[in-house]
């Protein structure tokens, strides 16, 4: 059974810092990883979706890499904003399973002006 | 990327009522997904609607409970039966257009009492 860990739970961070957000994922049968943002109260925005056969994806101030054989993936974030606090989620497509998702607990990222 | 419309927004129902919650995407979409967000949890996967028959449920999920309708190719409805306090969370409507990302409402907010 897929399962999916984001690692930390909460962080918190100055203004202006780079920070890395952790997930991994114990099944490597998947089609994609996605990427997603959450404010309070609010839907999901997609950020990135990396497909298996790559190994990263970037987007602005985003890189999101992928290491499928161990089961990782890192978020990276440049040059922090406030703007950026937000809950931070990981999801999985895993293989043969009718293109639903997997979803981590999430990040989330509190950024100190 | 397809953009996703949930009526209602948010919504304060009595314990034992039934609640319809629409989902409308722009434009067509291969599949279409409903999940929950219970309070200060990830997302978990009700179903998957499938266009002109009945949904594909996930463990832990009947039709009686949540009854799914999908009559075309960018409409769906889910509906919260004989709702109690239990049943208080984000519902999320999402949809993919393969191969791509999964994209999500913004999701309706019922709080029973």
């Known amino acids: 059974k897929q399962e999916v860990t984001q690692i930390p739970a909460a962080l918190s961070v100055p203004e202006g810092e780079n920070l890395v957000l952790n997930c991994s994922f114990t099944?490597?049968?998947?089609?994609?990883l996605q990427w997603f943002r959450q404010d309070p109260g609010k839907g999901l925005t997609s950020l990135l979706l990396?497909?298996?056969?790559?190994r990263e994806q970037t987007s602005g101030r985003l890189n999101a890499s992928l290491d499928k054989s161990s089961g990782r993936s890192t978020l990276y974030i440049a040059a922090s904003q406030p703007g950026d606090s937000a809950t931070y989620l990981c999801?999985?497509?895993?293989?043969?399973?009718?293109?639903?998702?997997?979803f981590g607990q999430g990040t989330e990222l509190s950024v100190k002006p | 990327s397809a953009v996703i419309s949930q009526k209602p927004s948010r919504d304060i129902c009595q314990r034992g009522t039934s609640l319809t919650i629409q989902c409308q995407v722009d434009?067509?979409?291969?599949?279409m997904f409903w999940y929950r967000q219970q309070p200060g949890q990830s997302l978990t996967l009700i179903a998957t609607?499938?266009?002109?028959?009945?949904?594909?449920?996930e463990s832990g999920f009947v039709i009686d409970k949540f009854p799914i309708s999908r009559p075309n190719l960018t409409f769906s409805t889910l509906t919260v039966s004989n709702m109690s306090p239990e049943d208080s969370s984000i519902y999320l409507c999402?949809?993919?257009?393969?191969?791509?990302?999964?994209?999500f409402g913004e999701g309706s907010r019922l709080t029973v009492l």
């Open positions: 999402s949809a993919r257009r393969e191969p791509g990302e999964l994209f």
């Open positions: 099944d490597s049968a998947i089609y994609n």
């Open positions: 990396i497909q298996s056969s790559q």
């Open positions: 999801a999985v497509r895993p293989v043969n399973q009718g293109g639903k998702l997997i």
């Open positions: 434009s067509q979409v291969t599949m």
């Open positions: 609607a499938n266009q002109g028959s009945e949904a594909t449920y």
